[in-house]
């Protein structure tokens, strides 16, 4: 009898099987759209500065006091936003409902990711997430389609958002088919995914002027990768055998394994404690997470306040990028830059440090870059950047790193049975600070340590109240309540298991080897 993460791990034997890295990059690359349409979105909203084409119009007076046809200026930043700005006729009358438009995406992925995770929990990852992706796909289709004027792009923008938010549980799909000990470097190929896709879709806004053709070029990665879990990937052995989902999980993890070229003849059996229907699931999860007992509770509530300051942070600094150099499409390249830079940083880190202690250790440094940030230090250190910019730089840099870790901690933290839709709540309570973030720009008007303040306070704060949760390196995951209070609790337990023969799981040049050594041997 041997628990089931570690049959799981043993028929993926080595840190280069082929099948975790193929969940891991057929799942990641999807994340280019994702990272490139709302960014793309919101160099096309900023504000534009824009030029004469004829002698009718005077740019001493603002463009909108002037009576002028699309034909008399053009925008002077690219191609695509001189088109987009005139086909939402954005120029004039709606400039200032930019940053309400871009709350409303938030807003809209909120409900999304909560309504997603409860999705995933109650009817499987795989069939869900691939349906996910595709109607984003037809939703950023309708919105290029959509050229009238602002509300109906403000309509289309909102409903983009609500489906992201849908498809932004798929991490926990990628998370449950990848082995323990590759778990950080899928987390991290994730979100690199996510930072190419901002400078992708910078990239397409800069050269390419039609916006439908952006945007299909957008949705390529997603569509086509999609497509390729929905042939070459099963469903998440982690929930079939949460859902008493026996014969399929039989035939995936001999899939996985024969994908492995080893040899599975494992038998499941699903103790009646560690069952749970798919259909009794996700009603009581949600409410377990903060009922079930003082730990789990604690736990919980512990992770939403890191994921708002996550969030906060992270868009709060990143809506600031047009402050930094002048160049709005030289700053984002600097800013996902950084984030490319970030993803070694991130990987080592987490396993050198372990996760609580590298998270901890991003907040105080955010709190460090937050103090400095509010020094009134102006003189230039370097051409172009002053003490404040380059402590924001910082800032920015660990709040990227923070919020990657945060996903990888809390899929860790949260049981099967309730993961996507723990992770759904997490993420729908982190973009309340998403929300707030794009009015960052106009609180500075009114005072920069207004940011900085709420980024020091809201990071010290979770700083201390991480002393109160588990380690999850080398730990395996939860698959019920109970296992997430022993894993909180510093103990660990199973109801699932595995009976397996003593031989003829994998293939061996020493047939007689015991199994349960050797998976003590591969488990983390």
């Known amino acids: 009898m041997v628990e089931f993460e570690k049959v799981f791990n043993q028929i993926n034997p080595s840190p280069w099987s082929p099948f975790p890295h193929m969940a891991i990059w057929f799942i990641s690359i999807t994340q280019i759209t994702t990272g490139g349409v709302p960014l793309f979105l919101t160099f ?45 006729q954005i120029q004039c009358g709606y400039e200032g409902y930019i940053s309400i438009v871009n709350s409303l995406y938030f807003v809209a992925f909120m409900v999304g990711i909560s309504v997603g995770g409860n999705l995933l929990d109650r009817f499987g990852r795989k069939k869900i997430m691939i349906g996910f992706v595709y109607l984003y796909a037809v939703n950023v289709l309708l919105h290029s389609a959509s050229k009238t004027d602002f509300r109906v792009f403000a309509l289309f923008h909102t409903t983009i958002g609500m489906v992201a938010g849908m498809a932004g549980v798929i991490f926990i ?54 497509t390729a879990m929905a042939v070459w990937l099963p469903e998440s052995p982690f929930w079939l055998q949460s859902n008493d989902r026996k014969k399929e999980l039989h035939q995936t993890l001999k899939y996985i394994a024969e994908v492995n070229h080893v040899k599975f003849d494992g038998e499941v059996k699903i103790d009646d404690q560690g069952g749970q229907s798919s259909s009794d699931a996700p009603s009581s999860s949600l409410r377990e997470l903060f009922t079930f007992s003082r730990p789990t509770t604690r736990s919980m509530l512990i992770l939403l306040f890191a994921w708002l300051t996550a969030s906060y942070s992270y868009w709060g600094l990143s809506f600031n990028v047009g402050d930094l150099i002048g160049n709005l499409y030289l700053n984002q390249l600097l800013i996902a830059l950084i984030d490319l830079i970030n993803r070694p940083i991130n990987y080592y880190g987490v396993e050198r440090f372990d996760r609580k202690k590298f998270l901890r250790s991003c907040n105080l440094g955010m709190v460090v870059s937050a103090v400095i940030c509010m020094v009134p230090y102006e003189a230039e250190i370097v051409p172009g950047f002053n003490l404040r910019k380059i402590a924001a730089l910082a800032g920015r840099m660990l709040a990227d790193l923070f919020f990657s870790t945060i996903y990888l901690y809390t ?5 099967t049975v309730a993961r996507a839709t723990g992770l759904g709540t997490c993420s729908c309570v982190a973009r309340i600070g998403s929300v707030l973030s794009p009015f960052v720009i106009i609180a500075n008007k009114i005072s ?40 909180v609790e510093g103990s660990t337990s199973r109801n699932i298991v595995m009976v397996e023969s003593a031989r003829g799981l994998l293939d061996s040049s020493d047939g007689e080897d015991d199994v349960g050594t050797r998976y003590k041997e591969t488990i983390m």
């Open 411 to 415: 899929s860790e933290v949260l049981p």
């Open 44 to 88: 096309l909203t900023s504000t534009q500065n824009w030029r004469c084409l004829t002698d009718r119009c005077s740019e001493s007076l603002p463009l909108c006091q002037q009576n002028l046809s699309n034909a008399d200026w053009e925008a002077t930043v690219s191609k695509a936003t001189d088109n987009f700005l005139k086909n939402f």
């Open 448 to 487: 920069p340590l207004i940011n900085f303040a709420m980024m020091l306070v809201m990071s010290a704060i979770c700083f201390f109240l991480f002393h109160y949760m588990p380690e999850t390196k080398g730990k395996l995951l939860p698959h019920n309540m109970k296992d997430m209070q022993d894993l």
């Open 173 to 226: 799909y990628q998370q449950e088919l990848t082995v323990g000990r590759l778990r950080n470097f899928g987390s991290n190929v994730f979100n690199e995914a996510f930072s190419v896709g901002m400078l992708y879709g910078a990239f397409l806004s800069y050269y390419f002027a039609d916006f439908t053709t952006i945007c299909l070029l957008l949705l390529l990665p997603a569509v086509i990768f999609a």
